[in-house]
């Protein structure tokens, strides 16, 4: 494990340069001036970029990294003559594209998880949370590496944590408010009692937030585990502590830190500006791309200025952003379906790997680069095998199983792979990457997950040489991303 180190501060500061999109730029070793954009933070790093992707454990990516905790084997649960016994299979090399989902909700934590067995993997259905014949061998598989060489490639170079764990065992709707604020309690919050209730797993209609028709209500668990379909419109105003149902985004606007969230279109109707071909077909209530857009569940910025100009969309107004040097102390950068990384999307594609270089080398191509800290993470496992068992924090969801985290930065520990590869084993979860940005910019805690998580800064070293960047190759640069129509976003079902 890491050493913490104390902040150094650079001196020097440059003019900014403008970043050339995929192609070569010259490299800077400068900080940016401060402007309106900027805030100021305690160490050398003023730009935290979080890039969340979709539905992969931590074995489906990386089983066979070197020196990490991956597995090629897992066990599964299996019944004969009224009897269970459990049986090892070998995890198949399967392309990155696949024709089928896995289930992924909280029903389906608890089959795959197995009271701590992890041998339930076989048993939910390869399909969206619901009916359907049970997954089998499907789960037990890790993608070819050639079909995510950027990810490998940025793991070689850079640090990859194999010890990242969901906040909740659950899919994308919570994953996406926990990366916003590290929990989804919503009644009796800071003192656990029987009347305690936690949002624990996906609401029963979509779009899941603000913009939902009624009516939806949202899954729920009490401190002794007990769940119930009794939640509130999924809407933060109808939350029963919805002056504590905070945000970074809260602590941040009163801190004067600038933050956006770059999420993809979805609706023409709820994000002006977007092109008609984003809207979604047929009635309002089948548009659920609003799921990967966490704000839109924050009633006083659904319903504020915020929605549009600190909510951005499309995602790739990212790259513009760093252009005109107008790139935020903190963003979070949300995919569109292409992108995700999420299986069976109905292109049969995923440029999920590339739209990652693309974000990280335009970073890293800019005179951003000796300021940042890039974190590149995954909601959920998605269904995927993983042999990890999440350990037990709480009794409202959490942890949930382990998904793939990368750091990207030039204070990023060097480790002793061929190319400065570190893997880091601390275990973190996604109150982790929250409590790392209020350190860093010295902003009071959100009282969630961010106090007991272990920030991510033992992957950091400021006191070292900034680390050069190398560009990370990849199939298509940030031009192909930007030029590309933005189609109807169906977001994640389960």
């Given at each position: 494990?890491?050493?913490?180190?104390?902040?150094?501060?650079?001196?020097?500061?440059?003019?900014?340069?403008?970043?050339?999109?995929g192609g070569a730029s010259?490299?800077?070793?400068?900080?940016?001036?401060?402007?309106?954009?900027?805030?100021?933070?305690?160490?050398?790093?003023?730009?935290?970029?979080?890039?969340?992707?979709?539905?992969?454990?931590?074995?489906?990516?990386?089983?066979?990294?070197p020196g990490a905790n991956g597995a090629t084997r897992g066990q599964e649960k299996l019944k004969k003559a009224g009897k269970y016994y459990r049986k090892w299979v070998t995890l198949k090399a399967t392309p990155l594209v696949i024709g089928y989902d896995l289930a992924h909700c909280r029903p389906s934590f608890l089959l795959d998880y197995d009271g701590g067995k992890m041998d339930g993997f076989n048993i939910p259905a390869a399909t969206s949370c619901g009916p359907g014949p049970e997954a089998g061998t499907k789960p037990y598989q890790y993608v070819t590496k050639s079909d995510i060489a950027p990810y490998w490639d940025i793991a070689q170079q850079w640090v990859l944590a194999d010890a990242m764990f969901q906040t909740q065992g659950s899919g994308s709707f919570t994953a996406h408010q926990d990366l916003i604020r590290g929990g989804t309690c919503i009644q009796a919050c800071v003192h656990l009692s029987n009347s305690t209730e936690t949002i624990v797993d996906n609401p029963t209609f979509w779009p899941w937030g603000c913009d939902a028709p009624g009516p939806v209500v949202t899954h729920t668990v009490n401190v002794h585990g007990v769940e119930k379909e009794n939640g509130p419109y999924p809407c933060s105003n109808k939350f029963p502590n919805y002056s504590g149902y905070q945000t970074l985004g809260t602590r941040l606007d009163s801190a004067g830190i600038s933050w956006k969230y770059y999420t993809p279109c979805f609706s023409v109707t709820l994000q002006p500006g977007c092109s008609p071909s984003s809207d979604c077909s047929g009635s309002k209530p089948n548009c659920n791309g609003s799921l990967l857009d966490a704000f839109d569940v924050i009633w006083p910025v659904r319903n504020s200025s915020e929605w549009g100009t600190k909510v951005s969309w499309p995602e790739t107004n990212i790259f513009n952003d760093i252009s005109n040097s107008a790139l935020p102390a903190v963003s979070w950068v949300i995919p569109d379906d292409a992108d995700s990384d999420h299986?069976?999307?109905?292109?049969?594609?995923?440029?999920?790997?590339?739209?990652?270089?693309?974000?990280?080398n335009a970073v890293g191509q800019s005179s951003?680069?000796?300021?940042?800290?890039?974190?590149v993470v995954w909601d959920d496992w998605g269904g995927f095998y993983d042999n990890a068992v999440p350990p037990k924090q709480?009794?409202?969801?959490?942890?949930g199983f382990r998904v793939p985290m990368l750091v990207i930065s030039p204070y990023a520990i060097a480790g002793s792979s061929s190319q400065g590869g570190y893997i880091s084993h601390t275990q973190y979860e996604f109150g982790s990457l929250l409590k790392y940005i209020e350190e860093n910019w010295n902003l009071p805690t959100l009282g969630t997950t961010d106090q007991r998580a272990t920030s991510i800064d033992d992957t950091l070293n400021y006191t070292q040489t900034p680390r050069q960047f190398k560009m990370i190759p990849s199939q298509h640069s940030p031009k192909f991303f930007m030029s590309r129509p933005h189609v109807v976003q169906h977001g994640d079902p389960d």
């Open positions: 494990m890491a050493t913490r180190n104390k902040p150094v501060i650079l001196a020097a500061m440059l003019a900014l340069a403008a970043c050339g999109g010259s490299l800077t070793s400068s900080i940016p001036p401060p402007d309106q954009h900027h805030g100021s933070g305690s160490t050398p790093i003023q730009h935290v970029i979080m890039i969340v992707q979709e539905n992969r454990s931590f074995d489906d990516l990386f089983a066979t990294f299986p069976n999307q109905p292109c049969g594609c995923d440029d999920g790997p590339s739209w990652v270089a693309s974000v990280v951003y680069w000796n300021s940042s800290v890039i974190v709480d009794k409202e969801g959490g942890l």
